[in-house]
């Protein structure tokens, strides 16, 4: 009999499957905290990882979803939110807007989210990773059903980063996915 999955993830495949979503989520027992680590569990490219990163624009949660060889950008961020501006959500911030913990933010569901924007960059791929809700859980699917299942605006979000090895933040041991 296989193990229960965490609670976070269980809330994930269950929305899963209500939306009949084609999606697969993938255990790895070594973990997926940052966009490297899943990209090296999944067998990708880095660019094939979907960070979830938690903005906060004007006071209210902001989810931009970039790929994992991308930084976001929080000038793009707040413009696509109508913002004044936008800064990086604490650690504590992420968990409250998203129910998950930083590293391991799935996409959906995001009831306390009103504002997802996908970059346009994730379209170029047949199928994408993205956090499932803990740290060793991924869920694979195309760009596709996953602006429909997160309810996602297509936008541009994210920069260049001027450094490869440069993959996010580290707020309060928090990693950026």
Request: net charge negative; hydrophobic share 45%; glycine share 8%.
């Amino acid at each position: 009999m296989a193990a229960a999955w965490p609670e976070p993830v269980e809330r994930v495949s269950s929305f899963l499957r209500e939306a009949g979503a084609e999606a697969r989520i993938e255990q790895f027992t070594e973990g997926t905290p940052t966009a490297s680590d899943a990209a090296a569990a999944v067998g990708c490219g880095l660019d094939q990882i979907v960070k979830s990163l938690v903005f906060v624009c004007d006071g209210k949660p902001v989810v931009a979803l970039v790929p994992g060889d991308l930084r976001g950008d929080r000038e793009k961020v707040a413009g696509e939110a109508s913002a004044a501006s936008a800064r990086i959500a604490s650690a504590e911030e992420v968990e409250r807007a998203t129910g998950f913990p930083p590293g391991a933010v799935a996409p959906f569901p995001l009831p306390e989210v009103d504002v997802v924007l996908l970059d346009r960059a994730l379209l170029r791929h047949r199928i994408v990773w993205a956090g499932a809700g803990s740290h060793q859980h991924v869920v694979g699917l195309s760009p596709a059903e996953l602006a429909r299942l997160s309810r996602a605006r297509l936008a541009d979000v994210s920069q260049e980063s001027s450094d490869p090895a440069i993959e996010g933040y580290d707020s309060t041991n928090s990693k950026e996915r």
